[in-house]
């Protein structure tokens, strides 16, 4: 790659980085001799033409933001190979490097803290969000500026949202709760992740952080954040910061005049005499005994240990430990309808979709999605196997058609167009007969045209 040339005009003469959509090449423009950013949109996350208008929805959000934090694009390549983007090329280290070799210091970090979100500030005005703010797309420039990078999966408000196949794009570590629910995000989410990567870069660690991926979503969700050990006066700017609820968390205005107030110190306190040795905590409930038992358990005996727990410490060992419940132990687990509803809708929704994927009895399966909160029904049944969402569907239709109807308009449109026509014309009427009409017709175009006719005969007034 290095020596070749882009549109005939840029060569390539460094690579600079990797983010989640694409790789950044350092080039040289041959007709104004300046050196710029050149980045090369990924060709494995979609088709040609969503790849241009990938990087063409990337332009526009940075064409919208006049900050001095902010990168400025100069235009969009189309080459055979796909779509490039031109940008400024900015001299500086990435915060996570400097991270990697020490913590920073408090004041280092508000420092950085303040300019980053003035940057977030000046793109949430013109309806821009980043949505994937970590230390790697964070730029320190050798004057100490901090420049905002990688807008590649930013959304653009009241534009369409541009993914790799539905997918949750970005580092686990740094995404925020209400992105990894799947539901509409705004400058929040931002935020969020700005407090994450100041908790990073203060401790040297991200606040959630766990062995595996699945066990750090699950702790963005559903726990606090690891405590802070190196943390003074913003220790509790960060903590509202992460904050699971939106609602709960301060403005971009509020934090950059949290950021501008000189860092407290940590009161230092001399104890009298030295504490009693205190024990050690007792285990989570039966959370401990179970941890170590269970890959020994027959496997329906690994569901009902599961069932014995709170339902918070159930669903962490659930996503740490879910290679070991097969098909008897999910089993065992759905007995329990309203336990296990309660503990599966904690986890991330392909995951349980695996899981339920190998039950045989729909009616197991029908019983714990109708147990789960409405907006979670949907989402669970959409990444579940077609003929297995498909006979759920059938059986929770004969428990309550009218939820069924409205978690199946909830679906996203393709794995619910594909259960849909494994059904039975006369149910999928009485599906869609709950389903709002911009639904009903939505699904009803997805059918295969000789069912589609006599559902619509079906859905038809009588006389």
Not at 87 to 92: K, N, P
Not at 176 to 202: H, K, Q
Not at 266 to 288: C, D, E, I, K, W
Not at 336 to 343: E, G, L, P, T, Y
Request: with cysteine; glycine share 8%; aromatic share 4%.
């Amino acid at each position: 790659m290095i020596g070749e040339r882009v549109a005939g005009r840029f060569v390539i003469e460094a690579q600079l980085g990797t983010g989640g959509m694409g790789r950044v090449w350092r080039g040289r423009d041959g007709k104004l001799d300046r050196v710029v950013a050149l980045k090369q949109v990924r060709a494995d996350v979609g088709r040609l033409p969503e790849l241009t208008a990938r990087a063409e929805q990337e332009a526009r959000a940075l064409a919208r933001i006049d900050h001095p934090g902010i990168v400025r694009v100069h235009d969009v390549l189309d080459a055979p190979d796909g779509p490039w983007i031109v940008m400024d090329y900015v001299r500086g280290t990435v915060l996570g490097a400097l991270i990697e070799q020490s913590p920073l210091p408090e004041h280092e970090v508000a420092r950085i803290g303040a300019q980053a979100v003035a940057a977030l500030a000046a793109a949430h005005a013109v309806g821009v969000f980043h949505r994937d703010v970590k230390p790697d797309n964070i730029l320190i420039t050798a004057s100490g500026e901090v420049v905002l990078v990688d807008f590649g999966i930013a959304a653009i408000e009241g534009h369409g949202r541009l993914t790799a196949l539905g997918q949750v794009i970005g580092t686990p570590d740094f995404i925020a709760p209400e992105r990894l629910r799947g539901i509409p995000v705004d400058g929040a989410a931002d935020l969020w992740s700005l407090g994450a990567t100041l908790y990073t870069a203060l401790e040297g660690r991200p606040p959630f952080h766990r062995s595996t991926s699945e066990a750090t979503k699950f702790a963005i969700l559903a726990l606090p954040p690891d405590p802070m050990t190196r943390a003074a006066g913003l220790k509790s700017t960060i903590n509202r910061l992460l904050a699971k609820s939106p609602a709960n968390r301060m403005t971009a205005a509020e934090l950059a005049h949290r950021l501008r107030q000189p860092p407290r110190r940590a009161p230092v306190t001399v104890p009298r005499q030295a504490p009693a040795p205190q024990p050690p905590p007792p285990p989570l409930a039966n959370g401990g005994h179970v941890r170590r038992t269970i890959a020994g358990a027959e496997a329906a005996e690994r569901g009902s240990m599961i069932l014995a727990l709170p339902a918070a410490e159930a669903a962490i060992l659930l996503a740490q430990q879910w290679q070991l419940f097969t098909t008897a132990a999910v089993e065992e687990l759905c007995r329990d309808a309203a336990k296990s509803a309660k503990i599966l809708q904690m986890l991330l929704p392909y995951r349980v979709a695996w899981l339920l994927d190998q039950v045989r009895d729909p009616n197991l399966v029908a019983g714990v999605v109708l147990a789960m909160d409405p907006h979670h029904r949907g989402r669970m049944l959409g990444h579940m196997h077609d003929r297995h969402s498909a006979a759920a569907l059938e059986a929770m239709a004969t428990i309550d058609t009218r939820q069924t109807g409205l978690a199946v308009a909830a679906m996203p449109e393709g794995p619910a167009g594909q259960a849909l026509t494994r059904l039975p014309s006369a149910t999928i009427a009485a599906l869609l007969m709950h389903c709002p009409p911009s639904s009903r017709d939505r699904l009803l175009s997805l059918l295969p045209s000789t069912t589609r006719e006599d559902v619509a005969r079906r859905l038809a007034p009588k006389g």
